[in-house]
């Protein structure tokens, strides 16, 4: 059945790096655009970022614009989430997502994607 499982994160330093990586096993994984969301204690789940299923289109929250870049390996079934510059309101459970399309505008709501990782822990200390 389908998988998608997150690594990469962890304890840090505020001013610090971390890159997370989802590998899927969605086929084909092309046929998927791919989202990163984030969940704090007490907070709706909120959209980080998302990059289409041939990857010439990403968007990315106002709040992370700059500092997080998303990328894919359709090669490898993989999307990464290389984050600089953190702070502590990064803090939060990051989870990838899946959506089937085949249009190049991938959608920003958490409900449109129907597969879900476990979620990965990023905790920024000031």
């Known amino acids: 059945q389908v998988q998608l499982v997150e690594s990469g994160g962890g304890l840090v330093r505020a001013g610090g790096s971390l890159r997370l990586s989802c590998a899927a096993s969605?086929?084909?994984?092309?046929?998927?655009?791919m989202g990163w969301f984030r969940q704090a204690p007490g907070k709706e789940r909120e959209f980080v970022a998302t990059?289409?299923?041939?990857?010439?289109?990403?968007f990315y929250a106002d709040s992370v614009k700059g500092r997080f870049t998303i990328s894919r390996d359709n090669t490898k079934n993989t999307v990464v989430l290389q984050m600089k510059s953190l702070k502590p309101d990064d803090t939060a459970v990051y989870y990838c997502?899946?959506?089937?399309?085949?249009?190049?505008?991938?959608?920003?709501?958490?409900?449109?994607?129907?597969?879900w990782g476990q979620g990965t822990q990023v905790t920024v200390s000031s």
């Open positions: 997502a899946a959506h089937f399309s085949l249009l190049p505008y991938p959608p920003q709501a958490p409900g449109e994607y129907a597969y």
């Open positions: 969605l086929r084909p994984f092309s046929s998927y655009a």
């Open positions: 990059i289409s299923w041939g990857g010439g289109n990403t």
